[in-house]
């Protein structure tokens, strides 16, 4: 990399919304004797989509602009000013990069279609010589330091996760050391508001079971408390499949799809709880839940675009719908299985749905309506606050059956309700009326 002497860095931030364990940061700070930061609010991510939905909806949206508001004040102790933009990626960094003299760009690599575009149009735009910095850093054992090619990445989770626990080891968080003396940036710049991207101003709903704001610093404090105040992280794995409250699960995912927390940082806290407190199954399944995280993203880097398609990765072909009405049937909670219309009406109200209720609902829309799958992907995509590209396409090719799971499973959604809402609890709870 280039000499710390007289250089100027620029972070470009994207899901990578944190000062702590970022190698990104991390890198710039330590190669440049003067960092600035930039994100940019681009309008066609909350704009309508092919499949008639919002890219992306209030409930996201709203989290994005309290993440990027906690990543402007934590990065101000480095001295480090973070501009924010709405439209235009390509001119806003253009000018940055002419107007401080850049001489290098730090981003998260990405390999989705969308962002490969996003980053080409910048560096067509810049005309003064920049050098890019693409630094993997969203896994939790990155690709750059396993010792799997990509091409022979495992199909199968049991074989890919064994083949990382026996051989791989997750590396250190890195934390950054030198606070940056640069000199004081006039930054005119304002962060959006709700009503700035297209929504008006809501209140979050009664009964959401995640009531949690964005930025790093509301992810560290629920990291702490349900690892070390409350100790919940000891009873996980019989409560992950729960459906009411905010306790059943560790609800780490949004902030990781924000990149508000690393998946190293959980990883390394859960060891210092495992040697202060306990190790038991249940420590251990959140880290296998965070190898699936892992699975998912390595799957798509192998895979490519073939995530978006209709016949999936393993190019099977299925006769899929496209009924509106059926379709407006899922979305609004008036299918004929109220356990299914429960969590659809938590989804819409609240931006949530349990993992048990993912795995429902798409079973149900792909394998008993038979309809596109893309669809019901496209749906979650705009509505689910944890939303992660990855996670959300490769569990729908998953439970479709054009995925990675071999024995194309279906979800019987009435036993289902049976084992997880004996009592209809969950399901009064949304319906709003009594069922049993």
């Known amino acids: 990399m280039q000499t710390k002497q007289s250089s100027t860095g620029l972070v470009w931030f994207k899901n990578n919304l944190r000062v702590q364990d970022n190698l990104v940061l991390n890198s710039a700070i330590n190669n440049n004797s003067q960092v600035l930061a930039v994100y940019v609010f681009e309008?066609?991510?909350?704009?309508l989509t092919e499949f008639g939905f919002k890219k992306t909806e209030k409930f996201r949206a709203r989290f994005l602009i309290e993440s990027i508001e906690n990543l402007k004040q934590n990065l101000k102790t480095f001295n480090i000013e973070l501009f924010v933009y709405v439209n235009n990626t390509e001119s806003h960094l253009k000018t940055l990069i002419e107007s401080f003299n850049v001489s290098s760009v730090y981003l998260q690599?990405?390999?989705?279609?969308e962002e490969c575009i996003a980053l080409e149009k910048v560096k067509k735009a810049v005309s003064k010589p920049v050098i890019f910095y693409e630094l993997y850093d969203q896994?939790?054992?990155?690709?750059?330091?396993?010792d799997i090619a990509i091409k022979n990445i495992p199909e199968v989770f049991t074989n890919f996760r064994k083949k990382l626990e026996k051989y791989e080891a997750v590396m250190s968080s890195v934390e950054n050391h030198a606070s940056q003396t640069q000199k004081t940036i006039e930054n005119p710049t304002k962060i959006p508001t709700l009503n700035d991207l297209g929504f008006e101003p809501f209140e979050m709903h009664e009964n959401s079971a995640f009531p949690f704001k964005g930025g790093e610093n509301q992810a560290l404090e629920r990291l702490n408390a349900y690892f070390f105040k409350t100790k919940h992280i000891e009873i996980y794995k019989t409560t992950r499949n729960g459906l009411i409250g905010t306790e059943y699960s560790s609800k780490f995912s949004t902030w990781l799809a924000n990149g508000c927390l690393s998946a190293r940082t959980i990883y390394w806290e859960l060891k210092k709880f495992?040697?202060?407190?306990?190790?038991?199954?249940?420590?251990?399944?959140l880290i296998f839940e965070l190898i699936w995280r892992d699975f998912f993203k390595y799957i798509s880097l192998k895979h490519g675009n073939s995530i978006f398609k209709i016949d999936g990765i393993l190019k099977n072909s299925y006769h899929w719908k496209t009924d509106?009405?059926?379709?407006?049937?899922w979305i609004?909670?008036?299918t004929n299985s109220n356990f299914v219309n429960a969590n659809m009406l938590e989804l819409k109200k609240s931006g949530w749905m349990s993992?048990?209720?993912?795995?429902?609902?798409?079973?149900?829309?792909?394998?008993?309506?038979?309809?596109?799958w893309r669809i019901g992907a496209a749906y979650f995509e705009s509505l689910l606050l944890d939303y992660d590209v990855h996670s959300n396409y490769g569990n729908w090719m998953y439970v479709a059956g054009v995925g990675n799971d071999p024995r194309d499973r279906v979800f019987n959604v009435v036993l289902q309700a049976e084992r997880y809402d004996a009592h209809g609890k969950f399901q009064n709870r949304w319906l709003q009326e009594t069922l049993f």
Request: charged share 30%.
């Open 139 to 146: 896994f939790l054992y990155e690709p750059d330091g396993i």
């Open 324 to 329: 509106h009405t059926l379709i407006q049937q």
């Open 332 to 334: 609004d909670g008036k």
């Open 43 to 47: 309008l066609k991510n909350f704009e």
């Open 109 to 113: 690599k990405e390999w989705t279609f």
């Open 355 to 372: 993992n048990r209720g993912r795995q429902n609902v798409a079973s149900f829309f792909a394998k008993n309506l038979k309809l596109d």
């Open 274 to 285: 495992e040697k202060e407190y306990v190790q038991n199954e249940s420590t251990y399944w």
